[in-house]
């Protein structure tokens, strides 16, 4: 049943997934911490196992690049940690705190660049993943959470 008094349409919402390889190390804890205190408050948390479906959804808009099958595979090889964050301007938030895609890029201080991994076979660890616009995180936590679904209009404002 869906509760959308959980979320507060004044503030800004993401979607954040801890990764099969952050889930796999033991990282989630960290990643919560560093979130959490940022000043960022946790809306919604579940481990599930992703479907090919699911990805597909999450992931459409690189459906014709020629990683995109490499990538469902990975994001389905095991368990992943969905949250959803809320806070004044969380995307752009969460998005500093997690670094670079690239861990090697990624500055030290941040998640990706602190705790990721890049084998150098084309193999990069980079723990987690965040909706990078209010669109995008409406999609992502509608597809990850749809018990939380709420009105795109209020959550633009």
């Not at 992931?59 to 595979?73: A, G, M, S, T």
């Not at 500055?107 to 991994?117: F, S």
């Not at 084309?122 to 990078?132: A, L, M, P, R």
Request: aromatic share 6%; charged share 30%.
């Amino acid at each position: 049943m869906p509760t959308p008094d959980l979320l507060d349409p004044k503030k800004e919402h993401s979607l954040v997934l801890v990764k099969p390889d952050g889930f796999a190390r033991g990282l989630t804890g960290e990643v919560l911490r560093r979130i959490e205190a940022k000043g960022y408050v946790l809306k919604g948390l579940k481990i599930k196992k992703a479907t090919p479906e699911l990805l597909d959804r999450h992931y459409v808009e690189h459906k014709e690049k020629h990683f995109f099958q490499d990538l469902v595979d990975y994001m389905s090889s095991g368990p992943v940690v969905a949250i959803v964050v809320e806070g004044d301007r969380v995307i752009e938030g969460v998005r500093s705190l997690m670094g670079n895609t690239n861990p090697t890029l990624a500055a030290p201080g941040t998640i990706r660049g602190d705790l990721g991994r890049d084998w150098g076979t084309g193999n990069v660890e980079n723990i987690v993943h965040g909706s990078d616009s209010p669109l995008s995180a409406h999609r992502e936590i509608n597809l990850w959470f749809p018990e939380l679904m709420w009105d795109e209009e209020a959550d633009s404002k």
